[in-house]
DNA sequence: CAATGTGAAGAAATTCACAGCA
DNA sequence: TGCTGTGAATTTCTTCACATTG
């Protein structure tokens, strides 16, 4: 729900965040028209100014919107105002990559734990981070006010895992393995799935062949 | 288009990829119902008889789809018969890690060359992958018959290699870069955008504590 | 006069609900 | 009887088009 009661399509805040990033480094002026940052993401203009209304009026008719006023506006909407502590759950290739990952940080997502049954890794800090055996997941979630976990762990560990981070307090879940996570509907779950991703390449490019 | 010239939505695509995740893994039993499929991937019954009619009528009445019959049909629509050859750009954190993920290779997708402008990892072989700097794209991409390519370099120069991987015949472009990339309609992009995945969680739950 | 914000229209996607089949 | 496949209804999302505003 939002100013107007209206219920705001969840497609809207991957735009909203993508809107972001162009104001983010949006240089050219000080002002910009759902026209321009339309030409930068690819989406319409009359769906940006959509996008936009469902949280209030944010745009001077004839001038468009300011750079500054609406980055911060759209930080606010995001959460991103707030700091959110993250533990990576599995510290595999892709969790290591993860824990080296810039953007998480820049934009107030710190991971402050990780976790993974090697006992080779167990103990060790990577990238400054700690490694904890999953045996602990409980406390120290709850001791570092762990909000988001994100799970990067093979497929037919993540349901266990994730009921462990749910159970701890974690509110939101990030997943790398395929799979819809049973958890209460109080966790909030994304997923990254690379390979249904290039599988819909797949699909584009045979159809084409056809 | 498909069997009745209706189109189809194109969010159907990443739904059969999770199907087939399910059949794949489906051992209970040899046939399978839409009820059963909903249960395993949380989409609507409904829906995954309306997404399957798209293509075909795979079901019996009053049975359900036969696991296996299902299961290659599917296959098959998402060009998952075809072997295709991918490259990497961009052997960073991210590139390693996928250089090492199984899930592409059992489900047809090779990684046959890699690219970096680094010149220490140019000339290697990581993960049995040869490594070659940027400038040799065309060749080894024609060379090597490569349609995929898999982009994980900064922001700011994912468009140039994007242009040059299209010039050289690339037919569909996996970008973990956000952004828009400015090609040619008839290469297919998709992305996988990590902070985007994350702020839709900030949004969520930050709208609980509001 | 240029660009927003928004009713209204239109398009797309989902769900309902049930006839018909094995 | 149990479950598919699908018209029709419904809901959700996008675009149109323009009155309104600085």
Not at 37 to 45: D, I, K, M, V, Y
Not at 101 to 125: M, T, W
Not at 127 to 139: A, G, L
Not at 174 to 180: K, P
């Amino acid at each position: 729900m939002n100013k107007n009661n209206k219920k705001i399509p969840s497609i809207v805040i991957p735009r909203l965040s993508r809107y972001y990033r162009v104001l983010y480094e949006y240089v050219q002026d000080s002002w910009i028209s759902s026209k321009q940052l339309s030409g930068n993401t690819g989406f319409s203009a009359a769906q940006i100014r959509r996008d936009l209304t469902y949280f209030g009026q944010f745009g001077i008719p004839g001038r468009g919107y300011k750079v500054d006023d609406l980055k911060k506006s759209i930080k606010n909407i995001l959460g991103l105002d707030n700091k959110w502590n993250v533990a990576l759950i599995g510290v595999g290739n892709l969790g290591r990559a993860l824990l080296g990952y810039r953007g998480f940080i820049e934009q107030g997502f710190e991971i402050v734990a990780a976790f993974d049954v090697d006992k080779s890794k167990v103990g060790r800090r990577i990238n400054k981070v700690q490694v904890y055996d999953i045996s602990e997941i409980p406390h120290v979630i709850k001791e570092n006010g762990i909000s988001i976990a994100i799970l990067t762990v093979p497929e037919n560990v993540a349901q266990l895992v994730a009921e462990k981070a749910a159970a701890a307090g974690v509110k939101a879940v990030l997943n790398f393995a395929s799979g819809h996570l049973k958890l209460p509907e109080t966790v909030k779950q994304m997923h990254i799935d690379i390979t249904i991703e290039i599988e819909r390449l797949s699909f584009l490019i045979s159809r084409d062949l056809k």
